[in-house]
Every structure is written in C-alpha cells, then in structure tokens.
C-alpha cells in the first residue's frame, strides 16, 4: 500500500520552527491576539484560525509530554517535562485564555458567523467556558494535576511474581483465563494482594482530590463538583437526571442478563460456588484465547482486519504505525490502560495501550483504533474546536468500531470454533460493560454529592452500589476486602471524574450502530463515518442521527437494544 504521510500544515501564525519551551516565549502571541483590533467578519475569523494554530501546536506539545511520561513512568526526566507544562505553562495560559474567550464573545461579528457550521456549537461552548472561570480555580488545577500523576505511577509500579517472571498486572490477569482452578485463585490471590498494599495510599489520594475538586466548584458557585463537571463538560443535552435513568433502565433491562450468564457459567463449570477467579475462564475447559502473538502481529492484523472494512480505515492503522505512533506492548514501568491521544496540529493521534495476547487486548484496539478514525477524518477541519467532539460522540466512535468490525476477526481468530468463542465473548463483554459503567457513575454521583464524607462511608457506599448492579451468583467469601476495593482500579475515579458514563450511552448507540450494519451493509458503514465527520460541529441527538440512531437510555430502548445482543449471542 502506498501512502502519503501527513505533514504538518504550513504555520500561518507561528514561526514554522518554533517550539515550546517557557511560558516567556509563548507569551507574545497570546498578547498579539488579546491587542489585535477585530474590525470585520473576514478579521474575526483570521483571528479564531491563529488561536485554533497556537492552541493546537500546544495541546500537541502537552500531548507528547504525556505520551512519553505514560510510556515511561520511571524516567525522571519525562516526568519533569510534564510536570513543566502543568506547573508553569497551563496556569499561565487558563487566565490568558479567559481574556479572549471575552474579547471573542464581545465581537460584534460574532453574531454573523452563528449560522455556519460549527459556529453555533463553537459560541455555546466559549460562553460556558467564561462563565466557569475563576483566577482562584488555576492553581487547584495545578495541584489536581500534580496528584492526578500519582495514580499512574502507583499503578504503573504495581507488579506481581510467578514462577520466578515479574509480572505486570496486566500480565497476569491473562492468567486468569487458564484451566487450572488453582492457578486461577493464586494468581487472583496475588494480584488482589498487590492492590491492597496501596489501598490506603490510594483511598488518601482520592480524598485529596475530592476535596480540591470540590473547592473547585465552590468557588465556580457550584454545590457539588458534579454539577460543576457537567457544566464544564459541556453537557448540554442531558443532565444528572438522565445518568439516574440510564442506571434504573441498566438495573432492570440489562442485570437480570447478567444474572443469567453467571447461573449459566456456575453450572457449566460444574462448580459449587462462583469465585472471582472463575469469570474470566472458559467455561468449556479450552485453553485461553490468543488473538496475537506479539505487538507487531496485533498491528498487522488490525490494519488487515480495518482494510477488509473498508480500505481508508486500514490506511489509518497503517499511517500511524508509518509514523511510530503506536505502542502497544505491556512492560514494567509503563502506566495502565490505554488510549488515543489527539495530536492537533499533525492530526495523527497516538495510540497507548497494554497488550499481552488476549481478545480483549485485541478489542481494545479495536477501540482505540475507532478514536484514531475519528480524529483522522476531522483532522482538516478549519478549527481546532470543531474536532473536539463531546466525549459521548468520541466514545461512540471507537465502541462502534469494536462492533462492526467483527465480520472480521477470522484474521484474528481462523478457528471457526475459537471465532464463534471470541464473538460470544464480546456479547457477554457488553452484557457486563454496562452495569460496571452504572457502577462507577452512580458512585461518582454520591462521591461529589457527599464530599465530606469518611473512607469508612465510602466504602459501605460502594458496596451498596455495586450490589444493585452486580450478579448475586459470585461468591465473595474471604475476599470481601478486595471487593471494598475495586473501585480503586477504575483510573477514570482519579485522571479525568465523570467521564464514565459515556461509555454507556456510546455502548447503546454501538449497539444500534452494529444493528444498522448488519441489516444495511456498507450504507450503515456510511452513516457511521459521516457521524464522524461532523467532529463537534452539531449537538450529541444531531450526531447520532446522522448516524442513524437515537440519544435514547429509557428502558424500552435499552430492552429493544438488549434483545438484538441476546439473538446475536444465541447466534454466536
């Protein structure tokens, strides 16, 4: 395949080799768009490119900072590259951004721009960001940020010892899925164990953070933080309510689904009791899945199995595999999780994550892969904000992509038996996404309701949560404890609060996404990209129905959704 790499746009605003060191040498061109006399619809517009290309080379700046420090959470001099940013760039540039959101706002061209494409969303968002900001809230932030980097690197360090290897946990929750029983529970046993050392270190962290972040919204004039996040989230088109709907539809549509597949699981794995170690395994004795071997086998497969979809998704894997934008192995000292990371300026996102061999591995780059689509197809958009979509699109973008591209995975998976195995997986795995999305938003929503409260309280509190959206099969005699902890794994709680539950308005709109395009071929695949497409350029109903389904979380929806996972999975 040959491919044209993207360049780097030509610099209209900024030197072509200028780079970003000091708050000093940014400072000149903020001022010369805060002096700059603003005198015609065509100036206003030059001015909002010029802002959109300094914004972009320094959001792409602060994104390969922490790229490098996520790759390489041990190396003290990324660390501090960061840290530079977060400390004495970012406060600088939050009050300095706040004067010209102002001088935007009080335009008198403004008002001509409002009905092109973009502009309106562009408006709303500018005038919400003026009126959350307060002087006293920059250096809270800072702090945030400072200790928000103690969970990666608490995580990061997090490892455990088997048959004389050092283990990531990562690692060793592959080994979860074995045959032997035994094995499974020692390892879980290890695993917990490792966790637990750090309990206390993280439950004081989160008590940190929840106190700053509340100060936060106090001085914003909120009550909670939660109110203040949905503001600051730009969530325009629904409100607390509606996460509480969207709980009371998954509590009644989707867990007695759940409840089923752990009945069925504890009987089909002849057991007496359902153990947390038993939910990962086969329950027909098969050995564990392995969907690669190794992180340049995983990238070739996805870009085949992107290509088979359609050819310019495949380009996509490749271009930043081209680029060194991708990787994907786990290893010591690297942060958990995974993610794609936007690049602004080059318009080539970055793709972190922690594969070891696994379907889920696997699945998660097929998630990850459907946020680079994302930002690939709005790379050429006029403005830095319009390809910043709300998270609720964002993350429709790449859980769809985990769903349609199972027609697919027979490059993965060549087995037709170890195929139809990966396919059941993946209904089930979305059987349990969403009560553990519900999980983790309800908990967030008591947490910033009651940020007063103890680590005693908020421990009873999750247990209380996690009951009402958790199967009653699974036995958790003598691993309570690690039951009162597993919020603490969840990074979401600690790097970036209430961004949650969009995967569980997403996994729905995924769902209707996979249905169009099993019922309508590669015109559902059409509507999917031209959702895409719109970037942040329409409200979250406009975007999902482009792509032809509903912004919908009442109980008949979800029924009607959870009916279509059920058939496919008798199916599978």
Same mark, same amino acid.
């Given at each position: 395949?040959?491919?044209?790499?993207?360049?780097?746009?030509?610099?209209?605003?900024?030197?072509?080799?200028?780079?970003?060191?000091?708050?000093?040498?940014?400072?000149?061109?903020?001022?010369?768009?805060?002096?700059?006399?603003?005198?015609?619809?065509?100036?206003? *517009?030059?001015?909002?490119?010029?802002?959109?290309?300094?914004?972009?080379?320094?959001?792409?700046?602060?994104?390969?900072?922490?790229?490098?420090? =996520?790759?390489?959470?041990?190396?003290?001099?990324?660390?501090?590259?960061?840290?530079?940013?977060?400390?004495?760039?970012?406060?600088?540039?939050?009050?300095?951004?706040?004067?010209?959101?102002?001088?935007?706002?009080?335009?008198?061209?403004?008002?001509?721009?409002?009905?092109?494409?973009?502009?309106?969303?562009?408006?709303?968002?500018?005038?919400?960001?003026?009126?959350?900001?307060?002087?006293?809230?920059?250096?809270?932030?800072?702090?945030?940020?400072?200790? =928000?980097?103690?969970?990666?690197?608490?995580?990061?360090?997090?490892?455990?010892?088997?048959?004389?290897?050092?283990?990531?946990?990562?690692?060793?929750?592959?080994?979860?899925?074995?045959?032997?029983?035994?094995?499974?529970?020692?390892?879980?046993?290890?695993?917990?164990?490792?966790?637990?050392?750090?309990?206390?270190?993280?439950?004081?962290?989160?008590?940190?953070?929840?106190?700053?972040?509340?100060?936060?919204?106090?001085?914003?004039?909120?009550?909670?933080?939660?109110?203040?996040?949905?503001?600051?989230?730009?969530?325009?088109?629904?409100?607390?309510?509606?996460?509480?709907?969207?709980?009371?539809?998954?509590?009644?549509?989707?867990?007695?689904?759940?409840?089923?597949?752990?009945?069925?699981?504890?009987?089909?794995?002849?057991?007496?009791?359902?153990?947390?170690?038993?939910?990962?395994?086969?329950?027909?004795?098969?050995?564990?899945?392995?969907?690669?071997?190794?992180?340049?086998?995983?990238?070739?497969?996805?870009? *085949?199995?992107?290509?088979?979809?359609?050819?310019?998704?495949?380009?996509?894997?490749?271009?930043?595999?081209?680029?060194?934008?991708?990787?994907?192995?786990?290893?010591?000292?690297?942060?958990?999780?995974?993610?794609?990371?936007?690049?602004?300026?080059?318009?080539?996102?970055?793709?972190?994550?922690?594969?070891?061999?696994?379907?889920?591995?696997?699945?998660?780059?097929?998630?990850?892969?459907?946020?680079?689509?994302?930002?690939?197809?709005?790379?050429?958009?006029?403005?830095?904000?319009?390809?910043?979509?709300?998270?609720?699109?964002?993350?429709?973008?790449?859980?769809?992509?985990?769903?349609?591209?199972?027609?697919?995975?027979?490059?993965?998976?060549?087995?037709?038996?170890?195929?139809?195995?990966?396919?059941?997986?993946?209904?089930?795995?979305?059987?349990?996404?969403?009560?553990?999305?519900? =999980?983790?938003?309800?908990?967030?929503?008591?947490?910033?309701?009651?940020?007063?409260?103890?680590?005693?309280?908020?421990?009873?509190?999750?247990?209380?949560?996690?009951?009402?959206?958790?199967? =009653?099969?699974?036995?958790?005699?003598?691993?309570?404890?690690?039951?009162?902890?597993?919020?603490?794994?969840?990074?979401?709680?600690?790097?970036?609060?209430?961004?949650?539950?969009?995967?569980?308005?997403?996994?729905?709109?995924?769902?209707?996404?996979?249905?169009?395009?099993?019922?309508?071929?590669?015109?559902?695949?059409?509507?999917?990209?031209?959702?895409?497409?719109?970037?942040?350029?329409?409200?979250?109903?406009?975007?999902?129905?482009?792509?032809?389904?509903?912004?919908?979380?009442?109980?008949?929806?979800?029924? *009607?959704?959870?009916?279509?996972?059920?058939?496919?999975?008798?199916?599978?």
């Amino acid at each position: 395949m040959a491919l044209t790499l993207p360049a780097r746009p030509a610099r209209h605003f900024l030197p072509e080799e200028f780079q970003v060191s000091t708050w000093e040498q940014l400072k000149p061109y903020f001022d010369q768009l805060q002096e700059r006399t603003i005198d015609s619809r065509a100036a206003l *517009e030059r001015w909002l490119r010029d802002r959109s290309e300094l914004e972009s080379v320094l959001s792409e700046d602060l994104g390969w900072r922490y790229i490098r420090m =996520t790759c390489y959470t041990e190396s003290e001099e990324h660390r501090k590259a960061y840290q530079d940013f977060i400390e004495n760039i970012q406060p600088q540039m939050a009050p300095v951004a706040d004067r010209l959101n102002k001088k935007m706002a009080a335009s008198p061209f403004l008002n001509e721009l409002s009905d092109q494409p973009g502009y309106a969303i562009l408006i709303r968002n500018v005038k919400k960001d003026i009126e959350l900001f307060r002087e006293e809230n920059v250096p809270l932030f800072t702090e945030i940020n400072t200790e =928000t980097q103690k969970y990666a690197q608490l995580s990061g360090a997090m490892t455990i010892e088997w048959k004389g290897q050092e283990l990531t946990l990562q690692q060793a929750s592959v080994l979860l899925q074995e045959t032997d029983r035994a094995v499974r529970e020692e390892v879980y046993q290890k695993v917990a164990a490792r966790r637990l050392r750090d309990k206390d270190e993280l439950d004081s962290l989160y008590s940190r953070l929840i106190q700053l972040r509340h100060r936060v919204a106090l001085n914003a004039g909120f009550a909670n933080f939660r109110d203040y996040m949905f503001k600051a989230y730009g969530r325009f088109d629904y409100t607390p309510q509606d996460c509480f709907a969207f709980h009371d539809s998954v509590a009644s549509e989707v867990v007695p689904v759940l409840e089923e597949l752990a009945e069925n699981r504890k009987h089909e794995l002849g057991v007496e009791a359902l153990r947390p170690w038993d939910k990962a395994v086969d329950v027909r004795g098969r050995a564990p899945l392995k969907a690669f071997a190794g992180g340049a086998d995983l990238t070739a497969k996805s870009i *085949e199995c992107f290509s088979r979809l359609d050819q310019f998704l495949g380009e996509c894997l490749t271009i930043m595999k081209e680029m060194g934008h991708l990787d994907l192995e786990s290893r010591k000292g690297k942060a958990p999780g995974g993610y794609n990371y936007p690049l602004p300026e080059i318009g080539v996102p970055f793709i972190f994550m922690n594969a070891t061999s696994t379907l889920r591995d696997m699945t998660t780059l097929m998630h990850e892969g459907g946020h680079a689509v994302h930002n690939l197809v709005t790379k050429d958009l006029p403005l830095a904000d319009f390809k910043n979509p709300p998270m609720e699109v964002a993350e429709l973008a790449s859980m769809s992509m985990e769903l349609i591209s199972m027609d697919h995975w027979n490059i993965f998976f060549p087995n037709p038996d170890d195929l139809a195995r990966a396919h059941t997986d993946r209904m089930e795995d979305i059987i349990e996404t969403l009560p553990w999305v519900a =999980t983790i938003d309800k908990f967030q929503h008591w947490i910033y309701e009651n940020p007063d409260h103890t680590t005693e309280q908020r421990r009873q509190q999750w247990n209380i949560v996690f009951q009402q959206f958790a199967d =009653t099969v699974t036995d958790w005699r003598g691993w309570e404890q690690a039951r009162d902890y597993l919020w603490q794994k969840q990074l979401h709680l600690y790097e970036v609060p209430f961004y949650y539950i969009e995967y569980g308005m997403a996994q729905l709109g995924a769902i209707a996404i996979w249905r169009n395009y099993r019922q309508q071929g590669k015109a559902g695949l059409e509507s999917y990209l031209r959702a895409l497409k719109l970037g942040n350029m329409g409200t979250i109903p406009e975007i999902y129905r482009a792509a032809g389904i509903r912004f919908d979380f009442s109980r008949a929806y979800i029924r *009607e959704l959870m009916q279509f996972v059920r058939g496919e999975l008798i199916k599978a």
